[in-house]
C-alpha cells in the first residue's frame, strides 16, 4: 500500500483545546480506593452500618432511656416486656377476714380430709391456707411448688412447719410473684416423718400494691384508692433477676463493654505503632532491646496476667474496675502490633519507590509522612479493627468470671454471668446480652475482613 | 538453648509478679482468726515467717519452696495442701483440654479442607459463616446454650441422654469438650481453608498429578499433609486459649478441674492456690509453646530454630 508522501502540514503542533477522548479516569487516592472497595462489599457495608449503630445507641442510649440501670423494680422481677403490668391497691395490711370466699381445690376426692383451702384472694401480699387438723399428725408441713405436680413428684418448696397446737391456718408472705402457685399441706407423725400430703391447689396469684406502696412508686395521688388499678413501669426489654430494667442496663453495659474494647486496641495499637517503627527505622541496639521485650511480654501467658493484674491492682470502694482492666489489657497486648509494624516498616524500607524517592532528593520527613506512614496505615487500620472484637472478648470473658467490672456496674460479660444462673426459667436475661456480643465482635470481625481486602489487592484475589 | 534460657525467664517472671500481685491485695492470712490477742498474733506470725521483711527474706522462702514444687496449703480449704489440689484436679482439667484439642484439630482439618475442596460452593459458604459465628460468640455463651439444648433434649426424650453437668463417665466429657474446643476449631478451619488453598498451587501438586498419581493420594500424602503443618504452629495458642477456656466451662458445666479451682480462688482470694495455680499454669504454657516449636522444628525440616 502506497502512503502519501509527508509534507511539513503534517508537523504542525496539535491544537489547543481540541475534543479528544479523555484518556483519564478521575483520581483516585488510596483511601478513596479503598473506601470505594469497601462500599462494593455488601457485607462488610452492612457490618460497618452495625457497627455505626451500636456506637450510636451506646452514646445517645442514656439520654432516650433515661431509667437507672441499676434501679430496682421489685414489683416486676425477670419479666418479658409483654408480661401484665397491672396491679390492684388495697388497704392495708390485707388481713384475711373470715367473710371472705373460700376457694378448694376442685375434683377428686381428698382421702386425708385435711380440705386445704384459700381463703380470700391470692395476692402478692399474702396467699392465706386453711385446712382441717387431723387426730393423728402432730404438725404439718407446708409446700408450695411454681409448677403443675403429677403425683409422686417433690412437692416444690417447703414453706414452714405448722405445730399441732395452732390453728390449721399459713399465711404465706414469701416472696411472691404474679403467678400460678401451687400448695399443698403434708401432715407430720410424732418423728417429724412425712405420713400424707393433701390434695394440690392452685393459686393465682394478683399483684396488689397497698397504698404506702403505691405512693413510694410514685403513683399520682388521684389514682390511689383500694380497688384502683395502676399500670407498672414498662420495661422494653423486660427486667433482669435483681427487677433491673433489661434496656438501661445493656446501654450501660454496652459503655463499658465498647469503651474497652476500642479504648484498649487503641492504645495498644498506638503503641505498638511507636515502638515498631522506631525498632524498624532505628535499627541495631534499639532494635534489639525492643524486640527481646517483645518476645518477653509475648511468652506471658495473657489471659492467666490479666487476673493477677487485676487483683493485684485492688479496686476501692464505690469503683467499677474499669481502669485496671484497661491498663492491664494494654500492657499485655501491644507486642503483636510492635511485631507487625516493625515487619512492614523494614519491608518498606528496601521498596523501590523509597530509593526512587531518596534519589529525588525527598527529605526524610517527606520520606516518612508521604511513603512510610500511608503504607503502614492500612496495616494498622486492619489490626485495630480485629483487635477490638478480641479485646470485648477479653473483657466479657474477666466479667464473666466475676474479674471484670464490679456490680452493680454493668457490662454485657457480668450481664450473661448473671443470666446464666436464671437461664433456665428466664432465657432472655441471658440471650439478650449474649446476642448483642456475639453481634458486635461479628460486625467487626468482618468490617476488619472487608478492610483487609479493601486495602490491599493482593490479599484479596487469594481469597 | 536460647529458648530454653528465656522459657526460665519466662516462668521466674510469672512467679515474681505472682507474688507482687499477691501482696499488693488488702487483707492477711492471719485475718480470719478469731480474738487474737496481740500477743499470739505476733507468735503465729513468727511461727510463719510474716514478721520478717517482704523481702528478701519472704520472696526467698517462696521461691525457694517454689524450686522444691512446694506450693503451701490452701486458705479455705484447711486441710488441703495447694499440691494437693493441682495433682487432683489437673487431670480432670488436662483430658478435657486433650479431648478439646483433639476434636478441634480433627474438625478443624477436616472442615478447612472440605471448603478449600469445595471452594465457593455451598459446604464453602455454610462452613465458613458457621466458621464467622464460632469465632464471633464467646465460649460462655455456647457453654450455657449448650447447657439449655440438653436440658431440652432430655425433656423431649423423656430421660438424660446427656448429663447437663458434672463429671464421672464419658457422657459427661462429650459435651463440654465439644464446647471447649468449639472456637479453636473455628479458628483452625479458617486457618487450614487458606492454607489449603496457597498448597493446591504449588508445583509438587502438579507435578504429582503429571506423573499420574491418584487424586486420594494426592490429596492425603501431598495436599492434606502439607496443609496440615501450619495448624502446628498454632497449637500453642490453641492450649493456651483451652486451658482458659476450661475456666469458665468447667465453671458452667460443674466439672471438679483445675480451672474452676482457680477461679474460685480468684474469687475468694485463696493466696496459695492462686499463687500455685497460676505459676502451675504459667510453666504449663510456656513449656507447652516450646515443645509445639520443638515439634514443628522436627516435623518440618525446613524449619531450623535459632
New interface residues.
Partial sequence: MARAPLSPLDFRPAERGLQVDPILRPSLSYWEDTWRRLRGNRRATLALVVVIALLTASAVGPVVWTVDPSAQDLDQVSKLPWADRRARIVDGAGAADPSLPVARATGGSDPTGMDLRIVGEATTKSVVLEWNLSDLASGYRVYRHIDAIAGGEPLGLPLAEVPIAGPGRFIDRLNLQPHRYYYAVAALDAAGEEQAASTIIPADVVRVLSEQEAIARGFAASKIFPGAEVELPFHPLGTDALGRDMLARLIHGSRVSLFIGIAAPWFYVMIGVGLGSLAGLRGGAVDQLIMRFT??VV???????M???K????IGPGESGILPMLVALVLLSWPGTTRLVRGQVLQIREEGYLEASRLLGAPTRHLLLHHLVPNVMGVVLVTLTFAI?SAI?TE??LS????GVVPPTPSW?SM??D??KT??MH?HE?VLP?TL???T??AF??LGDGLRDALDARLRS?E | MKRLL??V??IW??AT??F???H???GNPLLDEKAVSPEIRRNLEARYGLDRPVFPDQYLTYMRNILRGDFGISFTQRNRRVNDILREHFPVSAILGILAIVFAGFGGILFGSLTAVYRNRLPDVVIMVLV??G???????FA??A??GI?GLNEVLGWTVLPVAGWGTLRHLIIPSLVLGLGTMAFLTRLMR?SM??VLGADYIRTARSKGLPPTRIFFRHQLANASLPVLTVLGPAI?AIT?GG??VE??FAIPGLGRYF?EA??Q?DYTV?MGT?VF??TF??VM?LVVDLAYALVDPRVRLE
Fill in positions: 518476645d518477653f511468652a506471658l501467658p495473657f489471659l492467666l496476667f487476673i493477677l493484674f487483683i493485684g491492682f485492688g472484637p472478648f466479657a470473658f464473666f468470671i466475676g474479674m460479660g450473661c454471668n443470666g446464666t437461664m433456665l432465657p441471658l449474649a456480643i456475639s453481634l465482635v461479628l470481625n468482618v487469594r | 528465656q522459657g525467664v519466662t517472671f510469672i509478679s505472682t507482687v500481685a499477691m499488693n491485695v488488702p464467622v459465628v469465632i464471633s460468640v464467646p465460649g460462655f455463651v450455657a446454650l447447657q439449655l436440658v487458606s488453598l496457597d493456651a482458659t475456666f469458665v465453671l458452667i477461679v480468684v474469687q482470694l492462686i497460676t499454669y504459667g504454657l510456656v509453646v
